[in-house]
């Protein structure tokens, strides 16, 4: 089966810029782009959206809470109903700017916080799929299998796209260990052996060394921000290749 790659990008603000998004986007074939709140402005937005459709890869809004100071990565208590507001109105806000470069936002991820938070929560997960339905059903959703994101969008009848990660490690109850956790963030020839371990038999190290969790994708992560991201998505999208892994957009 193909296998998307994807990775987080246009993470700068104002003169700040976080990892190397032009060489990224040679590699990759879905762009989880920032849409404002946790990071990324109208000029950052504007210039990763054409950068992404000049190189023909797919863009997706990254979606996350309104925390530009914790980058996204803090809970933060919303109430449903004002969280399907801010979720809309960011992917509007990058859909404006697909579309001046001549395409359109294909999928919706949540960043950070609100990917974990509304994985557990259902109330979220439903706030985050009614801004989904609202904008554009057609829109897929990008996330973590079996969670009540996936549920939640099974309900609305949005197309979920279940996700793995090649640089973190999981926990035994299938979620992402935390970054501050021994183990948590892979090194670069780990992230390599565990995207190929997801794509040919759904499985991940988990970060205690205690054994593996199964994992659910048709889309592979690769964090932007992470150490040598470039040389590491490079590297896994080579290896995919000579395993017989075809690299292309989902869907």
């Not at 990008?9 to 060489?23: N, R």
């Not at 990763?48 to 990565?73: E, N, Q």
């Not at 801004?131 to 990008?142: M, V």
Request: proline fraction near 5%.
């Amino acid at each position: 089966m193909a296998l998307d790659l994807n990775s987080d990008l246009g993470e700068g603000f104002g003169p700040w810029t976080m990892g190397d998004d032009a060489a990224m986007l040679d590699i990759v074939t879905s762009a989880n782009i920032a849409c404002g709140f946790h990071a990324g402005d109208p000029a950052i937005m504007r210039r990763t959206c054409a950068l992404a459709v000049a190189k023909g890869v797919r863009i997706g809004a990254h979606v996350g809470y309104r925390d530009l100071a914790g980058f996204g990565r803090r809970e933060i208590a919303v109430a449903p109903g004002e969280l399907r507001d801010e979720v809309l109105y960011q992917i509007g806000g990058l859909d404006a700017f697909a579309k001046a470069a001549g395409d359109r936002v294909r999928y919706v991820k949540p960043h950070g916080a609100l990917y974990h938070s509304a994985a557990r929560d259902r109330s979220l997960a439903d706030a985050v799929l009614a801004a989904i339905a609202e904008y554009d059903p057609r829109l897929a959703l990008l996330g973590p299998a079996g969670t009540e994101l996936e549920s939640a969008a099974q309900a609305t009848g949005v197309r979920f796209v279940g996700e793995g990660f090649a640089d973190r490690a999981y926990t035994l109850d299938g979620s992402l260990a935390p970054r501050g956790t021994p183990g948590a963030v892979l090194a670069p020839e780990e992230a390599v052996a565990q995207a190929i371990s997801i794509a040919k038999s759904g499985a991940a190290r988990t970060a205690d060394g205690s054994g593996e969790v199964a994992v659910r994708a048709a889309s592979i992560c690769v964090h932007g921000d992470s150490p040598a991201a470039v040389q590491m998505a490079r590297h896994i999208r080579t290896a995919l290749d000579e395993v017989g892994v075809p690299v292309e957009p989902f869907g």
